[in-house]
């Protein structure tokens, strides 16, 4: 699953995504918010609960087979559902078939000779009492009628009457859908009969046998002959239309007719990701055709049902948004999920980092592959600072089982870049061939199963000799990450160099005092560059390097192999050298990098050479990343010949990322006239959205009066903001730049954009979470926003659950009290627990 609707290249995570990363990070840190007033006794909110181990899987039956025949019925937002379902007994004596399922009401249970059967229904389980004791072996045949209105499991979109319909059932929403056991080590294969609207057409895993046209009622049937977990079952029904690719399988994109002329635009790269893991793997794609359904108000970024993802609509994009990546990593991670998560399913949601951590793994190898070592090593640098981020925020080990909502485990990042920044370590110890065998042994023994991290352990141990138990123990099992401090000495020009690592991370609980890792130390003479390979097993250790002539410098895990972080200490020379010239990518971002956080503390000289090293790159380097961080220095500067050649890339450079960072940069120079201008002409010019928001920013930051004027002018013109970018990549750019200017003078604008019901539900979240900054003397806000909690977009009623969290005056406190148990999204929930702490 994919939790973003879609990210901008990095390092800022584009606006579109604030409800959910914000609130994930409101929980613990609540920004913004006043601080409530101190409660004295206990505040209890309806429905709470505390954080527990994850249930097992009762073994007593095994599904073998759900039959599913479902009446879609869209004016009431319901639905009515028959489940055969046929299940081995796996106990002796066993009377009882257990089965989950939530907010769905039960009409009558029969077995297969359609004999009535005694059941249960409560706390979201129904025990069918199969008449008799079953013995092992033996195979029951249950008929389930259910239906009503459901509570997430089955969404309608948020129009009304809705046109179109989808599941979702990551982590445990299948059973809000169907009777089901909802476990992911759990498989069945399944067929699926939709009764819908004759206008209505339907995508599901497996192959469709056929459809049929009744009057105004059309059916189709769907069988799916793969077993496969219940969370990864699908449907999606709509007034829909289908473009069709090419690819190892029959290749399918499907979406409403508004979306029809983005699909192709935003999903081309699927048949390749998918050919990509195949080669990966060496497991050709497991199912026999491949579908992406974009559909509206998706709570997530993306879902890799078997066989059929489903992503949100706002992911989609035209020409200009594919400029800025597009749903190119969405595409990707949601195909390596049809081999990890699907082909191979975590045993349980504890250890969910083998879908999520692979999934993320596998998008940057896609990058590796398809764009170079340079543009590999940005995403590295990425990712392992977001992998601390995680790991700072949640201090819990990658493999962990305790949570409220197992949906709570994917909040954060730590199973997504903490799980990918543990293989891509794991690629370092075992080296690529080992690596890449082990890879391709754990999928190919572990086919339509479940597996846990020492199935991953056993495979990786097997193709490389190695015993890995200590590793996965650190590195899997334990929390936290090391703090490397590197420092080296010399007695003389010509003798060796004293090198000492030093691990320097505090000692949280259940933290190893000493990660053992190997590790791989650079140094540079006058007579070239050297790398040696190291073990480190101590707190504090020292070695020798053989050094000869002058040394220019010495680099602790140059390439970012090891996950945590590192203190390396170069001085400012050694920095400017690295700058112009270090072997690749990593070093010389790096060295620009830390050259910009220390600019205001630079001697003069240090200065000028630091600006000659960040001109010559961003004219020259060979890739793109390093250019880009180049005017990331260039901006921090502000100096004047900065400023003339960032302005001089800002309207012609051919590198759409690039264009975009010179425009973030020339945000840092002081305002003038000249800069509006060149903004004004850059957002004509824009390749991209991304670009052209970028230039509204600067446009409002080198003259707010004008740069306000701009902007009510742009809203207004119609093709400007009106155009049907499906995500609104630019009005979220937009909400952006008005938040600069603060309240006073933004309020007006975005307060009718937070509330205007055609407004794209990306921009509109973002200028909803604003007016929690900025509402709370506002008069009627709060009721306002209090309307748009539980909103069938599940994107707003977060947005509000975030704008209400930060104003947490005494009306917003209550509304949302109220609203908690109406809420069955974890992310919501977990905001609101944050407000009403338990004492
Ligand atoms: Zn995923």
Same mark, same amino acid.
């Given at each position: 699953?994919?939790?973003?609707?879609? #990210?901008?290249?990095?390092?800022?995570?584009?606006?579109?995504?604030?409800?959910?990363?914000?609130?994930?990070?409101?929980?613990?840190?609540?920004?913004?918010?006043?601080?409530?007033?101190?409660? =004295?006794?206990?505040?209890?909110?309806?429905?709470?609960?505390?954080?527990?181990?994850?249930?097992?899987?009762?073994?007593?039956?095994?599904?073998? $087979?759900?039959?599913?025949?479902?009446?879609?019925? =869209?004016?009431? #937002?319901?639905?009515?559902?028959?489940?055969?379902?046929?299940?081995?007994?796996?106990?002796?004596?066993?009377?009882?078939?257990?089965?989950? /399922?939530?907010?769905?009401?039960?009409?009558?249970?029969?077995?297969?000779?359609?004999?009535?059967?005694?059941?249960?229904?409560?706390?979201?389980?129904?025990?069918?009492?199969?008449?008799?004791?079953?013995?092992?072996?033996?195979?029951?045949?249950?008929?389930?009628?259910?239906?009503?209105?459901? @509570?997430?499991?089955?969404?309608?979109?948020?129009?009304?009457?809705?046109?179109?319909? %989808?599941?979702?059932?990551?982590?445990?929403?299948?059973?809000?859908?169907?009777?089901?056991?909802?476990?992911?080590?759990?498989?069945?294969?399944?067929?699926?009969?939709?009764?819908?609207?004759?206008?209505?057409?339907?995508?599901?895993?497996?192959?469709?046998?056929?459809?049929?046209?009744?009057?105004?009622?059309?059916?189709?049937?769907?069988?799916?002959?793969?077993?496969?977990? *219940?969370?990864?079952?699908?449907?999606?029904?709509?007034?829909?239309?289908?473009?069709?690719?090419?690819?190892?399988?029959?290749?399918?994109?499907?979406?409403?007719?508004?979306?029809?002329?983005?699909?192709?635009?935003? /999903?081309?790269?699927?048949?390749?990701?998918?050919?990509?893991?195949?080669?990966?793997?060496? !497991?050709?794609?497991?199912?026999?055709?491949?579908?992406?359904?974009?559909?509206?108000?998706?709570?997530?970024?993306?879902?890799?049902?078997?066989?059929?993802?489903?992503?949100?609509?706002?992911?989609?994009?035209?020409?200009?948004?594919?400029?800025?990546?597009?749903?190119?990593?969405?595409?990707?991670?949601?195909?390596?999920?049809?081999? %990890?998560?699907?082909?191979?399913?975590?045993?349980?949601?504890?250890?969910?980092?083998?879908?999520?951590?692979?999934?993320?793994?596998?998008?940057?190898?896609?990058?590796?592959?398809?764009?170079?070592?340079?543009? %590999?090593?940005?995403?590295? !640098?990425?990712?392992?600072?977001?992998?601390?981020?995680?790991?700072?925020?949640?201090?819990?080990?990658?493999?962990?089982?305790?949570?409220?909502?197992?949906?709570?485990?994917? %909040?954060?990042?730590?199973?997504?870049?903490?799980?990918?920044? !543990?293989?891509?370590?794991?690629?370092?110890?075992?080296?690529?061939?080992?690596?890449?065998?082990?890879?391709?042994?754990?999928?190919?023994?572990?086919?339509?199963?479940?597996?846990?991290?020492?199935?991953?352990?056993?495979?990786?141990?097997?193709?490389?000799?190695?015993?890995?138990?200590?590793?996965?123990?650190?590195?899997?099992?334990?929390?936290?990450?090391?703090?490397?401090?590197?420092?080296?000495?010399?007695?003389?020009?010509?003798?060796?160099?004293?090198?000492?690592?030093?691990?320097?991370?505090?000692?949280?609980?259940?933290? =190893?005092?000493?990660?053992?890792?190997?590790?791989?130390?650079?140094?540079?003479?006058?007579?070239?560059?050297?790398?040696?390979?190291?073990?480190?097993?101590?707190?504090?250790?020292?070695?020798?390097?053989?050094?000869?002539?002058?040394?220019?410098?010495? #680099?602790?895990? =140059?390439? $970012?192999?090891?996950?945590?972080?590192?203190?390396?200490?170069?001085?400012?020379?050694?920095?400017?050298?690295?700058?112009?010239?270090?072997?690749?990518?990593?070093?010389?971002?790096?060295?620009?990098?830390?050259?910009?956080?220390?600019?205001?503390?630079?001697?003069?000289?240090?200065?000028?050479?630091?600006?000659?090293?960040?001109?010559?790159?961003?004219?020259?380097?060979?890739?793109?990343?390093?250019?880009?961080?180049?005017?990331?220095?260039?901006?921090?500067? @502000?100096?004047?010949?900065?400023?003339?050649?960032?302005?001089?890339?800002?309207?012609?450079?051919?590198?759409?990322?690039?264009?975009?960072?010179?425009?973030?940069?020339?945000?840092?120079?002081?305002?003038?006239?000249?800069?509006?201008?060149? *903004?004004?002409?850059?957002?004509?010019?824009?390749?991209?959205?991304?670009?052209?928001?970028?230039?509204?920013?600067?446009?409002?930051?080198?003259?707010?009066?004008?740069?306000?004027?701009?902007?009510?002018?742009?809203?207004?013109?119609?093709?400007?903001?009106?155009?049907?970018?499906?995500?609104?990549?630019?009005?979220?750019?937009?909400?952006?730049?008005?938040?600069?200017?603060?309240?006073?003078?933004?309020?007006?604008?975005? !307060?009718?954009?937070?509330?205007?019901?055609?407004?794209?539900?990306?921009?509109?979240?973002?200028?909803?979470?604003?007016?929690?900054?900025?509402?709370?003397?506002?008069?009627?806000?709060?009721?306002?926003?209090?309307?748009?909690?539980?909103?069938?977009?599940?994107?707003?009623?977060?947005?509000?659950?975030?704008?209400?969290?930060?104003?947490?005056?005494?009306?917003?406190?209550?509304?949302?009290?109220?609203?908690?148990?109406?809420?069955?999204?974890?992310?919501?929930?977990?905001?609101?627990?944050?407000?009403?702490?338990?004492?």
């Amino acid at each position: 699953m994919s939790m973003n609707a879609f #990210r901008a290249a990095a390092p800022s995570i584009l606006l579109v995504t604030v409800p959910l990363s914000l609130l994930a990070t409101c929980a613990c840190t609540a920004p913004g918010a006043t601080a409530p007033p101190v409660q =004295p006794n206990v505040v209890l909110l309806e429905g709470r609960r505390a954080a527990a181990a994850l249930v097992p899987l009762r073994a007593e039956w095994d599904v073998e $087979h759900y039959g599913l025949e479902l009446t879609l019925l =869209p004016a009431q #937002r319901a639905m009515e559902g028959v489940a055969r379902i046929r299940a081995i007994n796996r106990a002796s004596g066993n009377r009882n078939l257990v089965l989950d /399922l939530a907010v769905l009401q039960v009409s009558g249970v029969s077995d297969a000779a359609g004999r009535e059967l005694g059941w249960r229904h409560g706390g979201d389980k129904l025990t069918i009492d199969l008449g008799r004791d079953f013995f092992p072996g033996e195979v029951a045949e249950v008929v389930v009628a259910y239906g009503g209105v459901p @509570q997430r499991g089955l969404w309608y979109a948020p129009d009304d009457p809705a046109t179109h319909c %989808f599941t979702q059932g990551e982590c445990e929403d299948a059973r809000r859908w169907f009777p089901c056991v909802d476990h992911p080590s759990e498989r069945a294969t399944s067929e699926l009969i939709v009764h819908m609207p004759a206008s209505w057409t339907s995508m599901a895993g497996g192959m469709l046998l056929e459809r049929k046209l009744e009057g105004s009622r059309a059916t189709e049937h769907w069988a799916h002959h793969m077993p496969h977990p *219940a969370y990864l079952e699908t449907l999606v029904a709509g007034e829909l239309v289908s473009v069709f690719d090419r690819g190892p399988v029959p290749v399918t994109y499907v979406g409403t007719p508004a979306m029809a002329r983005y699909l192709k635009p935003s /999903l081309g790269s699927t048949g390749q990701a998918l050919e990509f893991m195949a080669d990966l793997t060496s !497991r050709p794609y497991p199912y026999s055709k491949y579908a992406t359904c974009a559909v509206d108000g998706f709570p997530f970024g993306g879902m890799e049902n078997a066989s059929a993802t489903t992503i949100t609509s706002a992911s989609l994009c035209d020409v200009r948004g594919r400029m800025d990546g597009g749903a190119e990593s969405l595409v990707v991670h949601e195909a390596a999920h049809q081999w %990890f998560g699907n082909l191979l399913t975590c045993a349980d949601w504890s250890e969910i980092w083998l879908n999520e951590g692979f999934a993320t793994y596998c998008t940057l190898l896609w990058y590796e592959e398809t764009r170079g070592q340079g543009e %590999f090593l940005r995403h590295i !640098r990425e990712m392992q600072v977001a992998a601390i981020g995680a790991d700072e925020r949640t201090h819990r080990p990658i493999v962990h089982g305790s949570c409220i909502d197992p949906l709570d485990l994917f %909040f954060t990042g730590h199973v997504y870049q903490g799980g990918a920044s !543990r293989l891509h370590h794991l690629r370092f110890v075992l080296g690529d061939d080992a690596f890449f065998a082990g890879l391709r042994a754990y999928v190919g023994g572990h086919e339509n199963s479940g597996v846990t991290s020492l199935d991953l352990q056993r495979s990786l141990e097997a193709a490389s000799g190695l015993d890995l138990t200590q590793h996965f123990e650190q590195w899997l099992h334990s929390p936290g990450l090391p703090k490397f401090s590197l420092s080296w000495s010399r007695r003389s020009e010509e003798g060796p160099t004293r090198v000492t690592i030093e691990q320097v991370h505090s000692l949280r609980p259940g933290t =190893p005092t000493v990660f053992v890792t190997p590790a791989e130390i650079e140094w540079r003479t006058s007579t070239g560059i050297q790398r040696k390979r190291v073990l480190l097993d101590q707190r504090k250790q020292t070695l020798e390097l053989d050094t000869h002539g002058e040394l220019l410098w010495v #680099r602790f895990d =140059p390439l $970012h192999w090891i996950p945590g972080e590192r203190i390396e200490a170069h001085d400012l020379a050694t920095q400017i050298m690295l700058a112009y010239e270090a072997p690749d990518a990593m070093g010389r971002m790096e060295a620009l990098a830390s050259l910009g956080e220390q600019w205001s503390g630079l001697p003069e000289g240090a200065r000028r050479q630091a600006l000659t090293a960040a001109a010559r790159r961003l004219a020259a380097d060979p890739v793109e990343a390093v250019r880009v961080e180049a005017a990331r220095f260039l901006g921090q500067t @502000q100096s004047a010949g900065a400023r003339d050649l960032l302005s001089a890339l800002a309207v012609k450079d051919d590198s759409v990322p690039l264009r975009r960072a010179v425009l973030q940069a020339l945000v840092n120079f002081t305002p003038s006239t000249s800069l509006f201008e060149l *903004a004004q002409a850059a957002f004509v010019s824009a390749p991209s959205w991304d670009c052209a928001g970028a230039a509204v920013m600067l446009g409002i930051k080198a003259d707010p009066v004008r740069g306000l004027r701009w902007v009510e002018e742009l809203i207004k013109a119609p093709g400007v903001m009106q155009v049907d970018d499906p995500a609104g990549r630019l009005a979220v750019h937009v909400v952006a730049a008005l938040e600069t200017l603060g309240s006073k003078q933004a309020l007006p604008i975005v !307060r009718s954009w937070a509330l205007a019901p055609l407004a794209p539900a990306g921009p509109r979240s973002a200028a909803i979470a604003l007016l929690g900054d900025w509402g709370r003397e506002a008069p009627g806000l709060v009721e306002d926003l209090v309307g748009l909690l539980g909103h069938s977009d599940p994107r707003l009623s977060r947005a509000a659950v975030v704008a209400l969290r930060r104003i947490a005056n005494q009306q917003a406190r209550s509304a949302l009290r109220e609203f908690y148990p109406h809420s069955a999204a974890p992310v919501e929930r977990r905001a609101i627990e944050a407000l009403f702490p338990v004492r």
